[in-house]
């Protein structure tokens, strides 16, 4: 009996490197995405720290990467590029699409921090979420210092991407600012403006839509305190009314047909 007991196998304890190699032959483009944002996390670092490599080599590699990699996802998510009215508007509602956008406009202005907050946070988000699951194929046990970040960002995802929103709507007016000292284009506003437009009404992602409305909330709660001055509540007033007339009209698709 103790010959039999001794001859059961015993399940692993290491790592499991084969099963690994394995997930990554079976997901090449999701593991490549993964990389890939694990280079924009990497080149975001060096662009705050830059000991390695050039600050702004590190600023435009950030968004090559980033353009790399909602490219990569569009084909996911649409297939090949076809030149129809109905595949432009597929292209315009995807996220990917309008961080695509977003790295081509940017890439041709002088290097900014702010630009840098989404595309880091959206590295960060979906590398974490990634992550887990090749430690998990790799071993339930394994890396544990690892996964307790990943579960620290998955915790604050909602903050995270509530900031995503917020940054978002910081960079219009300082886009307008960037434009007025010569570090863009003077068109970079109004083509980030669609860039914010599309954000605003996207069907997958209502945060950015939401952050304007909370921003929206606390400035009229501001306005509506009695310390404040006259002239504050008008001016205040003013710019909510402009920003409203600026934003896009939010279509909402019907429920289907019973």
């Known amino acids: 009996m103790s010959d039999s007991n001794n001859s059961t196998p015993q399940p692993s304890r290491g790592l499991n490197f084969n099963a690994l190699k394995e997930h990554v032959i079976a997901h090449k483009v999701d593991c490549g995405l993964w990389a890939m944002r694990v280079l924009v996390i990497l080149f ?17 590699k950030v968004l090559i990467a980033n353009a790399a990699i909602s490219a990569l996802r569009l084909h996911q998510r649409l297939g090949r590029v076809q030149f129809s009215r109905e595949f432009l508007s597929n292209l315009l509602s995807e996220d990917s699409g309008h961080y695509l956008f977003y790295s081509l406009i940017f890439i041709y202005v002088a290097p900014t921090t702010l630009v840098l907050v ?7 988000l979906h590398a974490s979420s990634y992550s887990l699951t090749l430690l998990d194929t790799l071993g339930q046990n394994s890396w544990w210092g690892c996964r307790l970040l990943i579960s620290f960002v998955e915790f604050q995802s909602l903050n995270i991407l509530r ?5 978002e709507i910081l960079l219009m007016p300082y886009t307008v600012v960037l434009a007025l000292f010569g570090s863009a284009g003077i068109l970079t506003p109004f083509i980030y403006y669609n860039f914010l437009s599309q954000r605003y009404i996207s069907r997958r992602n209502p945060y950015t839509r939401n952050m304007f409305r909370e921003i929206r909330l606390l400035y009229e709660h501001i306005a509506n305190k009695p310390s404040v001055p006259q002239f504050v509540k008008t001016a205040i007033f003013s710019i909510i009314a402009f920003v409203c007339k600026l934003a896009p009209p939010v279509v909402t698709t019907p429920p289907p047909q019973q």
Not at 118 to 124: M, N, S
Not at 163 to 167: E, F, H, K, P, T
Request: glycine share 0%; proline share 7%.
């Open 44 to 60: 975001s670092l060096a662009y705050f720290i830059p000991i390695f490599i050039h600050s702004q080599s590190a600023y435009y």
């Open 118 to 124: 989404p595309v880091l946070l959206f590295a960060i």
């Open 163 to 167: 900031l995503v929103a917020l940054s």
